[in-house]
């Protein structure tokens, strides 16, 4: 689209059918395209995010179509896309596995934070293990690395602290 804008919307509300297809219709209503979205249950209740390009004469009207599905129960805040990276630094996908407690994450995002490595997508959640139905934490995360940081020295960071918080780490592509 020439002369367009993208934009992210945030939404949090009551889980029930018709959310998704109620955010659809607002931006299909407004001229925008719906380019990217991370849509799920979480505690409850229905969360997520959606990239959204549409004309910048029809911003207007975006606001004023997610305010009615605001009134239906679903929270909506609209604040404009950032840069893409102009260069896809390296990227490194990894899974953490281990028995439950607090702070996994907190040290996990320490490390990342102090090589310089940048968290592009988290994804996490508990669940019950097969043998002895101990409860089981699971993180996948996706990363780009800055110039410089090699993959290998980031695993080697994160298998360094693998024993103090009870995880496996698995490391792909």
Known sequence: MSDSTRIV??????????????????????GGNWQEGHLSRLGGLYVGSVLVELPDANVGELQRQVQSIDTAGLNVVINPAGDEPATAPGALLFELVGQDRPGIIRE????????GVNI????????????????L???ELLVTLP????????QE?????????????TFGG
Do not use: K, N, Q
């Not at 996990?108 to 090589?115: E, N, Q, T, Y």
């Not at 669940?127 to 409860?135: C, L, M």
């Open 137 to 139: 934490f699971r993180a």
């Open 108 to 115: 996990v995002s320490a490390i990342l934070a102090r090589l």
């Open 9 to 30: 919307l945030s939404v949090t509300g009551s889980d029930r059918p018709g959310l998704t297809s109620a955010l659809a219709e607002a931006v299909l209503a407004a």
């Open 147 to 154: 110039e410089g940081v090699a993959p290998e020295a980031v």
């Open 120 to 135: 592009e997508s988290l994804s996490s959640g508990e669940e019950t293990a097969a043998w002895g139905g101990e409860r």
């Open 157 to 169: 960071a994160l298998e360094s602290i693998s024993g103090e918080i009870m995880v496996d780490f």
